[in-house]
């Protein structure tokens, strides 16, 4: 019935040879201009696993403004130049900013506002707990007393009570060591290694500056990156000459990575095509090879609309692995090795079932990728099956059209390939050498290593990765930081949920590890709980015992009646509760408090390391609404649903190869012949990665699906070949189809891009094992269990 | 006689920017000219003496501080000696009443008095609050005053001897607590004579130096805290 259907197929087609070809020029243009209404992605987002710690991270990351922000530091470069010039350029450079793509530049903070903030009187109130106060109970007596004036005393001689000297009137019992022990931890809650000069953020070597940016632009938003990008570039080209700029930011990476996988894809195609000119023409010596490698690429072109049309948007990575399925599909080429060897159109519903066949294994080994979970495998397969359904239906109802011109006919060439399937080798020599092969790298299979890294895919240019680099020389912040998210409805729900937790943590991970909010600056709840137990302290005879001894102790070092004075008169008339705004507190704000969609999150942030995020898992579990959002636990978790879904997908893809290549043969000893050469690609590719030490990864996973999808016709086309000693030239098609798919993914070796290389190195290491496997073993192993079976072709 | 000319016409310039400033109360555009060429001069005053004061390596020097206090029933005086090695070195010897002294570099400060008798030291990187005010000090004392121009009002108070008064900008981290910082420069302008700080609270502190040496060779004993 087969048969009968792609006879009929053909000859309607070459009935209508003229209205075949317009429709494809047409539809293919059509195509082409539509290429450039696509929304593409750049991300590799779409490659993450659905499952909820990873989606709830992604989701907090993007709906944070932490990946919307920009960085710049900038860099004086001539040593005559000084701060002040380099605060001109910091202004210059802030006020031309301006929305709607950069929302808010920050370029310091008012340290005359955080003196009045950070005050003892006012922040001291406020934030002392209960246990801090016992202890400053414990200071009110006589000897403590004395020794604290004593101190204040030896102060007024050390250079920086020039400046400092009037604040210890405020501060008799030094409240203010009790509250650096909080504020020591500011610097390192800013993220960054700074200092506040003249209101600007400054690096300790005094030559470098730095301005945070709030964008309007998410980073993942792939076009308004690239705007963002070269608008920043530009106002950084207006930068006096002495003044240098590194600018960090997720947008970078987004533009950077398009970028490179964009040259790769041009560079692989270029390449590719020009090495299947040279095979083709060199081979075949007719112009008219070039349809071969025309019409996958056509595919191509209209797979992508179609999928599209489908999914609405489609990743450039999917793109990218569709550059090697246009050199797997090999179904052109046994079409045209046919005609050249004269198969008319008698035969061509043999030839039709064979390619048929064919494109069924190639499409139901991608299909198995329908039943992942990972929208981006679900999209390739879409993509691949679209494209593979496509280039069939070119191979065999358009390619031979353009293989008969008027005044120049296919000359045939019944010989074609004959020497190739004539050679033969040692059967026995050549099986023993496999299997000892095959063995020995099936052990090391076992050893191979999967790396859940995804930033290592990140193919952003050295220029980014440079600037990063200077950036942190400069700044600090290099170590990785994760977040501990406590949500609430509002900010003050969130901020006292915050302060339970950050007493659970602290108690897990200790003070320094956790930086939180709740350090600095507790819920308005906790606050007026310090405040009113403040004055209670006060008021229950400890001022006027403290006055008392003052009064006694302080006559020795010439002390004024009205010393501390100030801070008597200012125990209980604190001015305002509230933070500055504008002022360092809320800029601490803003860097831990997240308000998205009706509902507050507040981020603290621990060393991103197993122990911690272990220490602090059972937190999460006790408090709804609080999460950890860690590069490592995202790792982990890709790892552990990765090889989840490789667990069931594997076996899917074993079993569809099994009953399809059973259906084909209807013969088991034939079916497990077939599919020696799917069976060498994957031990091969595994124990070949395993033995140089190359880890596999979410993309080359996937690479190697691509491949084995694709060897599969060559154990089933070459068995076919061979129990039916059929003429095709199934053996110089494969070989041909073998050389112009290490091309295809050969090309890819030479791409920048880490995810495009690793493609290219698992595609290469599978096709090449399936097809030496397929030309040496399968013969021999048909030779030495006689398959041969004549049938006329 | 191009140098002639070059002065006349700057004479010109001069008498027109004094009459543009006379008649600023009409022309206001003129007036802030005026405000800005006013800006330009003391930037370029600073500079040149900034550059003046700051041209050495090495610097000692002995030092007089009285401070009036509303803290104290009387006023403080203390002596010792200063010694300044750039880059980033400053040594702080107080020899009465009490001893103490304090060596302060780019990245610590270590301190000694003959209380405790103990050598204490701390990292400047974990105290960016005392580090800022120790920039701000060694600005004062290293005679780079380009840069004040931009956080302060500057006025000349006197010409011979040259006496400057910095007023705190709003935007200045000292403005909540500095009223004025008063400079008085030696007659041949290298060094400082005296520095007057007055507090917003009515509290003063002045720092008078005496016997300038400049450029000499400072051995590590100068540098050493604990006595």
């Known amino acids: ?793 | 006689m191009m140098i002639l000319a070059e002065r006349c016409m700057m004479m010109l310039v001069t008498l027109i920017l004094c009459f543009l400033a006379q008649a600023g109360a009409v022309f206001a555009d003129d007036k802030s000219a005026a405000a800005a060429q006013q800006q330009n001069d003391l930037s370029a005053l600073l500079n040149s003496i900034g550059k003046k004061v700051s041209d050495f390596t090495s610097l000692k020097t002995e030092f007089t501080q009285e401070k009036e206090m509303a803290m104290f029933k009387q006023k403080l005086v203390l002596k010792g000696r200063i010694y300044l090695q750039k880059p980033g070195k400053i040594a702080w010897h107080v020899d009465a009443p009490v001893r103490y002294s304090v060596l302060i570099t780019d990245t610590l400060i270590r301190q000694w008095d003959e209380d405790t008798n103990k050598v204490q030291e701390i990292s400047l990187a974990k105290n960016p609050i005392f580090q800022n005010v120790l920039n701000q000090l060694t600005v004062w004392f290293s005679g780079e005053y380009g840069s004040l121009l931009a956080i302060n009002d500057v006025r000349v108070m006197q010409n011979e001897p040259l006496v400057l008064e910095f007023v705190p900008k709003e935007k200045n981290m000292s403005h909540k607590v500095i009223k004025s910082i008063t400079i008085t420069f030696r007659e041949d302008k290298k060094y400082l004579k005296q520095i007057l700080i007055r507090e917003k609270n009515g509290d003063a502190t002045a720092i008078t130096f005496i016997n300038t040496q400049l450029n000499v060779p400072l051995d590590d004993s100068s540098f050493e805290v604990k006595r």
């Open chain 1, 1 to 793: 019935m087969l048969e009968r259907f792609f006879s009929r197929g053909f000859d309607l087609a070459r009935a209508h040879k003229r209205l075949v070809l317009v429709f494809t020029a047409l539809v293919t243009a059509g195509a082409v201009l539509g290429l450039a209404f696509i929304r593409y992605e750049g991300s590799v987002d779409l490659m993450l696993p659905p499952d909820k710690d990873v989606t709830r991270s992604m989701q907090f990351l993007r709906d944070s403004s932490l990946s919307d922000k920009v960085i710049i530091s900038l860099a004086l470069t001539k040593p005559e130049r000084d701060k002040k010039d380099l605060f001109a350029a910091v202004d210059t450079l802030a006020a031309s900013l301006e929305p709607p793509l950069f929302a808010k530049v920050t370029s310091g903070v008012s340290m005359a506002d955080a003196m009045d903030e950070f005050s003892v009187l006012q922040y001291g109130p406020q934030i002392l707990n209960e246990d801090e106060l016992a202890a400053l109970d414990a200071q009110i007596n006589g000897p403590s007393v004395e020794s604290k004036l004593k101190q204040i005393y030896l102060q007024t001689f050390r250079p920086e009570s020039v400046f400092t000297s009037s604040l210890s009137r405020t501060d008799p019992l030094g409240i203010k060591t009790l509250l650096y022990g909080k504020l020591k931890a500011l610097p390192s809650s800013m993220g960054y290694d700074v200092v506040v000069e003249e209101g600007r953020f400054l690096s300790r070597d005094g030559r470098h500056a730095m301005l945070i940016v709030q964008t309007t632009v998410p980073m993942m938003d792939a076009t308004r990156s690239k705007k963002l990008v070269r608008i920043l570039d530009e106002k950084i080209r207006l930068l006096p000459d002495y003044v240098s700029a590194d600018v960090i930011g997720g947008h970078f990476h987004t533009v950077s990575n398009e970028q490179a996988i964009k040259r790769d894809i041009a560079v692989a195609t270029v390449v590719a095509s020009i090495g299947f000119l040279l095979l083709f023409l060199f081979v075949f010596r007719d112009v008219r090879a070039f349809f071969v490698i025309l019409f996958p690429l056509l595919a191509v072109v209209w797979a992508i609309i179609v999928v599209a049309l489908i999914e609405g948007t489609l990743s450039y990575l999917v793109i990218g692995f569709g550059t090697a399925i246009v050199g797997i599909s090999d179904f052109g080429l046994i079409v045209y090795i046919a005609m050249k060897r004269g198969t008319d159109s008698s035969q061509m519903g043999k030839l039709g079932k064979l390619v048929f066949m064919d494109a069924i294994t190639t499409i139901f080994s991608f299909a198995v990728l329908i039943f992942s979970q990972i929208r981006g495998y679900q999209q390739l397969a879409i993509f691949s099956i679209v494209c593979l359904i496509i280039c069939l239906l070119f191979s065999l109802f358009v390619l031979p059209l353009t293989l008969s011109w008027k005044r120049y006919a296919l000359v045939p060439d019944p010989t074609i390939g004959d020497r190739l399937k004539k050679v033969r080798w040692p059967v026995k020599l050549t099986l023993g050498i496999w299997i000892f092969l095959t063995t020995v790298l099936l052990i090391l299979s076992f050893s191979v290593r999967f790396d859940s890294d995804v930033k290592k895919l990140d193919g952003s240019s050295p220029a980014v990765f440079k600037a990063e680099q200077n950036f942190h020389e400069v700044w600090g912040g290099k170590t990785n930081q994760a977040i501990l998210v406590v949500t609430g409805r509002n900010v003050e729900e969130a901020m006292e949920a915050n302060d339970r937790v950050y007493h659970e943590a602290v108690t897990a991970l200790g003070k320094e590890e956790f930086t939180s909010l709740a350090l600095f600056w507790p819920s308005e709840k906790s606050r007026k709980e310090n405040r009113d137990r403040w004055d209670r302290f006060w008021k229950q005879g400890r001022e006027r015992k403290l006055k008392g001894l003052i009064r006694e102790k302080s006559a020795a070092y010439g002390f004024s009646d009205r010393a501390f004075a100030p801070f008597f008169e200012g125990l209980y008339s604190r001015e305002s509760d509230a933070s500055h705004p504008g002022g360092l507190i809320a800029h601490l704000q803003e860097r831990f408090v997240v308000n998205r969609d009706g509902e507050c999150r507040i981020m603290s942030f621990f060393p991103d390391e197993q122990r911690n995020i272990e220490a602090l898992r059972a937190l999460t579990q006790r408090h709804p609404g609080v999460f950890i959002v860690s590069g490592r636990a995202l790792s982990a978790s890709i790892s552990s649903f990765t090889i989840r879904e490789m667990y069931v997908l594997a076996p899917l893809a074993v079993l569809f190869n099994l009953v399809l290549t059973w259906l084909f043969f209807r013969n088991w000893k034939e079916t497990l012949i077939a599919l020696v050469p799917l069976l060498t690609g994957v031990v091969w590719l595994l124990g070949i990665m395993s033995f140089f030490d190359m880890p596999l990864n979410v993309v080359n996973i996937i690479a190697g699906v691509i491949a084995s999808g694709v060897i599969v016709d060559y154990g089933l086309g070459i068995t076919y070949e061979y129990r039916n000693s059929l003429n095709f030239g199934t053996v110089m098609a494969m070989t041909l189809s073998a050389a112009s798919n290490v091309i295809g993914a050969g090309a890819l070796l030479f791409a920048g891009h880490p995810a495009l290389h690793s493609t290219g190195v698992a595609m290469v290491i599978c096709m090449v094992a399936g097809y030496l496997s397929s030309v040496l073993v399968v013969p021999s192993f048909c030779s030495l269990m006689a398959t041969s079976r004549k049938e006329p072709a």
